[in-house]
C-alpha cells in the first residue's frame, strides 16, 4: 500500500476535518479556518527567528573556538619554550581537535543558513495561500448552499493544511539539527574548558582520562609534526626550567 | 496528478511523468529493500530532479491539495527507510 504519503495526508486531513466539525455554520467555519491559518502562521514566524538566532548562537561558538586554537598555539609554544613538550603535544592535541570541530561548525552554519532561506521561502508561500484562501471563503460564502460549501471548504483547507503542515516540519527539522549543533560545540567547548592550561600544569605528566582520550582523538601524526615544527620554529631550547608559565597567559 | 515535495512545494505531474516518477520510487524502495545507500540516493535524486524539471509548478494562488507528498530532498537514508516502503510514495 502506500508509503509515507498516504499516512501524511491522511493526518492532515483528519486535522482538517476535525476543525470542519466544530462549526455547522459554513461562513463560521470558513472564517474560524482562516482565523487558525493566521495563527499558524504567526508560529511559523516565530519558528524562523528561533532558527535565526541559533544560528547566530552557532557563529559565535565558532569564533570561541577560533579563540582557543590560537590560544592552544600559544600555549604549545609557550610550553615548548619551557621545555615541557608532554604539554605542548597536549595542547596542540586540543588545538587539532577545536580545529576540526570549527570546520565542522563553519560547514554546519552555512548549511543552516541555507535552510533559513529555504523555510523563508515556504514561509512567503504559505502567506500567499491563505491571502489566497481568504479571498476565496468570501466567494464560497457568496455562491453556495451551505452542502456545497462544506465540500469547498474542506477542499480548500486541506490545500492550506498541508502547506502549513510543510512549512511546520520543515522548521521542526531546522530546529532539530540547530540544537544538535548546539549540543556538539558547547561539548567541545566544554572540553577546551577543562583542558586549560591551570589544569594540565596541576596534573604534570600524568595524563588523566580526558588526555588518553584526546590523544586518541587526536591521531597523533598531526600532533607530532606540528610538533617538531614548532621545535624548528622555537630552535629546540629546552634548558630553561619547568612550570615557569603563566595560567593560560596570550604570549 | 499532484505532488508535494517537502520543503519546496507542489508540481503538476503529467501521466506520463507520473509512470516515470513512480518507476524511480519503486527503484528507491528496492534500495532500502536491500540496504544498498547509493542506489538509494541514486534513485531518489533522480526523482526529485524529474519531478522538478518536467513537473508545473503549482501557483501559490492555488490550492489544492497533494496527491502525493514526497520526502525533502536531504532526506538521510535511514531516515528514508521508514519512508519508502512497501509500494514506495505512489501506490501501484
Known sequence: MAGMSGRMSTVIKAKVSKLLDKAEDPSETLDYSYQKQLESLQNVKKGIADVVTAKKRLGMQAQKLEQSVVKLDTQARQALAAGNEELARTALERKQLAQTELQGLDQQVAELQAQQEKLTESEKRLRSKIEAFRSKKEVIKAQYSAAEAQVRISEAATGVGEEMADVGLAMQRAVDKTEDMQARASAVEELEAAGTFEDLTQLGQGGDDIDRQLAELGAGGGVDDELSKLKAELGTGSDKPRGELGAGEQA | ?92
Not at chain 2, 61 to 72: A, G, M, R, W, Y
Request: hydrophobic share 40%.
Open chain 2, 1 to 92: 496528478m499532484i505532488v508535494r515535495i517537502m520543503g519546496e512545494g507542489q508540481f503538476r505531474l503529467s501521466d506520463e511523468v507520473r509512470e516515470r516518477v513512480n518507476g524511480l520510487d519503486n527503484a528507491a524502495v528496492a534500495a532500502v529493500g536491500s540496504g544498498d545507500e547509493d542506489s538509494f540516493h541514486e534513485a531518489f535524486e533522480e526523482m526529485l530532479q524529474l519531478i522538478r524539471a518536467e513537473g508545473e509548478a503549482v501557483a501559490d494562488e492555488d490550492i489544492e491539495s497533494s496527491d502525493v507528498i514526497v520526502p525533502p530532498a536531504d532526506t538521510s537514508f535511514s531516515d528514508a527507510a521508514a519512508e519508502f516502503t512497501g509500494d514506495g510514495l505512489i501506490p501501484d
